[in-house]
Structures are given as C-alpha cells and as structure tokens.
C-alpha cells in the first residue's frame, strides 16, 4: 500500500514495504510556551526554526499543530502553513481538532496534505471526509468512536473497518486512509503499550494499510522516555507502524536502526549516511 504526499515538488512515499516515513511532532504548542507566545505575536521565526531542526533531523513529513487555548486556528493554521511552504518543500500533516481550520489550510496548501484527523465518530466523519475528498488529502483515521476508546484490539480493528467503508464510500481511495491505532500512557495503565501493538498488528494483517500514531505518547510520566520510545518504535515498526509521528531529533536512530535490521535498507546505506551526520555535527 502506498500513500503518496507532497510538499510543493517533494513526493513522500509511505509504503508499507518501504521504509519507515517519520512525522515530525515539534511543531506543537504542548509544553511549549516560547511556540504560544511566538504564535500570539503573528511572528512565525520559531515555527520555522522548529521546521528546519525537524528536517535536519531527517522528519519526511511535518506536523503543524497551532492548537491552544483561545486560538483562532482558522486564521492561524493556514498562515503557519503559508510560512512553512514559502521556506521550505516537504509535505504537512494537518493537525486540528477543528474542520473549519483544516478546511482554511487545505485551500492555501500545495501538494497533498495529510489531515490529522478523522475518528469514528459520526460527527467526525461527517465534517472531515468530504474535505478530504475535496481537497484530495488523505486522512489519518483514529480507532476511537461515539463510545469513547476501547481497550480491546478487535473492536479499534472494527472502528478503523468502519473509518474506511466511509471514506471509500465518498470515493477516497484506500490508500489515503492511514490509521492511528491510539498510543497511550504505559504508566496509566500496564496494557496500553500491547493493546497498541495488537492494534497494529490487525491493522496490518487485515487491512495492510498505512499505520501512524503519535508514538511519544507512551511515555509520559515516566524518566528515561527516549529509550521507552526507541524500543516501543522499534517493535510497533515490526508489527506494521509505517509513519510515527514523533520527534525526529530523538527518534531517527532507532528508526534507521529498525529498517536495517527488517531489510529495508540496502547496504545500509540510509543508516550510514544517518550516522556519519550526527557523528561529524
Ligand atoms: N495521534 C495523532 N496525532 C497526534 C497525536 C497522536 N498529534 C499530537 C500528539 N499526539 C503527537 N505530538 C506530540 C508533540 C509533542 C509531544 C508529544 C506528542 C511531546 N513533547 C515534549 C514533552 O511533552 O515533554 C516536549 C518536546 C520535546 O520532547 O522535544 O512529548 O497520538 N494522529
């Protein structure tokens, strides 16, 4: 299955034979306070900042979320995006719980966007895959619906069944339907990790399509969250996770790592390259 986006020019190919595409998550208010105060002045040097360390670090693909308290994301995501575009050509991934704002930035966006995101819910469905149809974006599709999040793996299968009947219902082709199986806090509860990974796997067996999740998730609240979120990658990216989002400065590695070890690297040229620029910085 191949998911294609594009920035201006640049084509990123999520293959789920392919190697692994890495969402850059920074450009994102939480526990960033200098990304909120940057963004209430209208000035968008640290977004921009933000973008080019991501892809320094190797991220594919950019995560714009300019969600806040009292933010007018209507305004405000298609003008991030603007600036983004005029610096820089990579592919973005909408992130707003909000379809107005992600309708806003789809009309100013080149290329092809990836929405973030659509749910099962009724509402959801309703307000975001007939933008997605419109604007020919793909959709990353939540395994949570009006009843809230399940903890059994077979029933997010079902919902992420439900996400694509619908979008292809619509005429979105299944290949722009990437789904997010939920990653949640391992120390809020001892399961959320396996119940994660089985969702992968189903996804991927039953499925075979593109599989995201905001992978630093996990980890919240615990010390040492690097190593947890290298090895939850690592395994997630085994069973079927195509595209995490996450942070690529600290992630990179260990992706690279995994896509060697999986035979998607020939002659380990991706890791070579990778390693002898962090070494030589
Ligand atoms: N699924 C989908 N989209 C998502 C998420 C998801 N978007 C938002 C979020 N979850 C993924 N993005 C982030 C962004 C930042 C952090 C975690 C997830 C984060 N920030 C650090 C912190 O909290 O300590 C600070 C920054 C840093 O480490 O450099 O962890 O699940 N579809």
């Known amino acids: 299955?191949?998911?294609?986006?594009?920035?201006?020019?640049?084509?990123?190919?999520?293959?789920?034979?392919?190697?692994v595409i890495i969402i850059?998550?920074?450009i994102n208010p939480t526990r960033r306070?200098?990304?909120?105060?940057?963004?209430?002045?209208?000035?968008?040097?640290y977004v921009l900042e933000l973008a080019r360390i991501q892809i320094d670090a190797m991220a594919d693909v950019l995560d714009v979320n300019v969600g806040f308290p009292g933010v007018d994301d209507v305004k405000l995501l298609p003008e991030?995006?603007?600036?983004?575009?005029?610096?820089?050509?990579?592919?973005?991934?909408?992130?707003s719980p909000n379809p107005k704002a992600i309708e806003a930035a789809l009309k100013v966006a080149n290329?092809?966007?990836?929405?973030?995101?659509?749910?099962?819910?009724?509402?959801s469905l309703n307000a975001i895959l007939p933008v997605a149809k419109e604007f020919g974006a793909a959709i990353i599709g939540l395994v949570m619906d009006d009843n809230g999040i399940t903890h059994d793996p077979e029933k997010r299968l079902a919902i992420a069944e439900k996400i694509l009947e619908r979008a292809l219902k619509l005429g979105i082709k299944e290949e722009y339907v990437v789904i997010d199986p939920l990653a949640m806090a391992v120390s809020a509860d001892p399961n959320a990790c396996m119940v994660t990974m089985k969702t992968i796997r189903l996804i991927h067996q039953k499925l075979g399509l593109n599989i995201t999740m905001g992978a630093s998730n996990i980890s919240f609240g615990l010390p040492n969250?690097?190593?947890l979120n290298a090895a939850f990658m690592t395994l997630s990216i085994?069973?079927?996770?195509?595209c995490p989002i996450a942070n690529p400065e600290k992630i990179t590695a260990a992706v690279r790592a995994a896509d060697l070890?999986?035979?998607r690297d020939d002659f380990a040229m991706r890791f070579i390259e990778y390693s002898q620029r962090t070494i030589n910085v």
């Open 111 to 123: 290329g092809k966007c990836l929405i973030n995101s659509v749910n099962g819910e009724e509402h």
């Open 33 to 45: 306070k200098k990304l909120v105060s940057t963004l209430q002045e209208g000035n968008f040097e």
């Open 24 to 26: 850059g998550e920074s």
């Open 261 to 263: 070890i999986l035979g």
């Open 80 to 95: 991030t995006v603007i600036a983004i575009q005029n610096k820089f050509d990579i592919p973005l991934c909408l992130d």
């Open 225 to 227: 969250r690097e190593i």
């Open 1 to 19: 299955m191949k998911t294609i986006l594009c920035g201006s020019t640049r084509e990123v190919i999520i293959d789920t034979n392919g190697p």
């Open 238 to 242: 085994l069973n079927g996770l195509t």
